[in-house]
């Protein structure tokens, strides 16, 4: 079964800097997409950013960009720039046709922002 | 252009009774997923339709939970004698399409189980 290891609870940030949030993922497939979803304090899941893994080329998304290491299974997200509406729960997930429509998504990153 | 709408978005219910959850996908949408978030955890799929059918429930807890999205109308997740295990949040999404289209979600219903 796919797995997605987000290692950091919680994160910390100036306003203005830029961070970045780690995500780790376990599969076999080589077809697969990855996304970022963020969850500010109303709950409501919105969607940050989104990469297909059979694309070499990092997503961007404005302020949000994402260093995608297909070998290592790593999918870090950078926010520069921070602002303090970026203050968020943000979750890695994962998602590959194969295995149903399911999205796989990890625990979370606690994501502060502070003035 | 409405996003996906759920309703209610606080569900109160006593133990024993039940909770019905509505979700009416994006325009245009026909697939909806519902996912599950525990206090402090990530979201966890229960259950995947297409009008008229239950494509996947593999995630969906065989006793007491039921889930249907009907020709007209919302899907609705529908949860039997609800237990005090049961209070979560309960989000919804739709896609256009399965596979590889993204998933948008809706604000989410928090039920609690008295």
């Known amino acids: 079964a796919q797995t997605v290891t987000q290692s950091q609870p919680e994160m910390s940030v100036q306003e203005a800097e830029t961070v970045t949030l780690s995500c780790t993922y376990d599969?076999?497939?080589?077809?697969?997409?990855l996304f970022w979803y963020k969850q500010p304090p109303s709950r409501q899941m919105i969607l940050v950013i989104r990469?297909?893994?059979?694309?070499?080329q990092n997503a961007t998304e404005n302020r949000f960009s994402v260093n995608f290491q297909k070998a290592a299974k790593s999918f870090s997200l950078k926010i520069s720039d921070s602002q303090l509406g970026d203050a968020a729960m943000y979750f890695c997930?994962?998602?590959?046709?194969?295995?149903?429509?399911?999205?796989?998504f990890g625990e979370g990153t606690q994501l502060t922002v502070n003035p | 252009n409405a996003g996906v709408m759920q309703n209610p978005r606080h569900l109160v219910r006593r133990r024993g009774q039940e909770a019905r959850l509505r979700c009416s996908p994006m325009?245009?949408?026909?697939?909806v997923y519902w996912y599950r978030q525990l206090p402090e955890e990530g979201l966890k799929f229960m259950v995947y339709?297409?009008?008229?059918?239950?494509?996947?429930e593999s995630g969906m807890p065989k006793e007491r939970f039921s889930a249907e999205f009907p020709k007209e109308g919302p899907s609705i997740l529908r949860i039997q004698q609800v237990v005090r295990g049961d209070s979560a949040a309960y989000f919804c999404?739709?896609?256009?399409?399965?596979?590889?289209?993204?998933?948008?979600f809706g604000p989410g219903t928090r039920l609690t189980v008295l």
């Open positions: 999404a739709s896609s256009l399409r399965t596979g590889r289209d993204t998933q948008y």
């Open positions: 599969t076999s497939e080589s077809d697969y997409y």
């Open positions: 990469q297909e893994a059979y694309k070499q």
């Open positions: 997930a994962y998602h590959q046709e194969t295995s149903g429509s399911r999205l796989t």
């Open positions: 325009k245009g949408h026909s697939h």
């Open positions: 339709l297409q009008k008229e059918n239950i494509i996947d």
